[in-house]
T-cell receptor, first 110, second 113 residues
Framework: SQQGEEDPQALSIQEGENATMNCSYK?????LQWYRQNSGRGLVHLIL?????REKHSGRLRVTLDTSKKSSSLLITASRAADTASYFC??????????FGKGTMLLVSP | DVKVTQSSRYLVKRTGEKVFLECVQD?????MFWYRQDPGLGLRLIYF???????EKGDIPEGYSVSREKKERFSLILESASTNQTSMYLC????????????FGDGTRLSIL
């Protein structure tokens, strides 16, 4: 069953701009993860934020988590054409399985 | 780096055939997963395994079975392929703790004619 839902479904920006994607979920979580998928390829793990964390950074990525609103956001700063991909949030509720959202397609134009 | 290898990138089979999709990981991970990915539906979990010879149903196990005879290998079996099983199939593995990320293969795009 889907738990995470990303918003927007698609996002088109210019190189150098920031991209923000949001994820909402329904039940309590142990952690929330963000993944990237280039066209026709597998998913690549970007960042994991635990339920007791509010913000996490990794390079140009910034993730926030608001457990009271059951939502997370992924910010990519100073985007590049190479950031063009689909981005998925996935929630973990304490076992080893993840529940993925349907993804946001990001297009970064040169 | 973790490497998850799926045996085929593209596969074409006929309705009614028995189809095997193979996945191998090289990081001694306890957990392995099979997903299918369809446009507009995202990733859906078919089966997963947390140990050799152990398997658990995911959200959409109907029409599929799995086999894990060795820790590094997890096979997905379509017992009698049907056209509605045309999809992208993704294998993943992860360490035993729930705070471990999943590592994915590049997928197998399966077409059932």
């Amino acid at each position: 069953s889907q738990q995470g839902e990303e918003d927007p479904q698609a996002l088109s920006i210019q190189e150098g701009e920031n991209a923000t994607m949001n994820c909402s979920y329904k039940t309590s979580i142990n952690n929330l993860q963000w993944y990237r998928q280039n066209s026709g390829r597998g998913l690549v793990h970007l960042i994991l934020i635990r339920s007791n964390e509010r913000e996490k950074h990794s390079g140009r990525l910034r993730v926030t988590l608001d457990t009271s609103k059951k939502s997370s956001s992924l910010l990519i700063t100073a985007s590049r054409a190479a950031d063009t991909a689909s981005y998925f949030c996935a929630t973990n509720s304490g076992y080893s399985t993840l529940t993925f959202g349907k993804g946001t397609m990001l297009l970064v134009s040169p | 780096d973790v490497k998850v290898t799926q045996s085929s990138r593209y596969l074409v089979k006929r309705t009614g055939e028995k189809v095997f999709l193979e996945c191998v990981q090289d990081m001694d991970h306890e957990n392995m997963f099979w997903y299918r990915q369809d446009p507009g539906l995202g990733l859906r979990l078919i089966y997963f395994s947390y140990d050799v010879k152990m398997k658990e149903k995911g959200d959409i196990p109907e029409g599929y079975s799995v086999s894990r005879e060795k820790k590094e290998r997890f096979s997905l079996i379509l017992e009698s392929a049907s056209t509605n099983q045309t999809s992208m199939y993704l294998c993943a593995s992860s360490g035993g703790h729930s705070n471990q990320p999943q590592h994915f293969g590049d997928g197998t795009r399966l077409s059932i004619l």
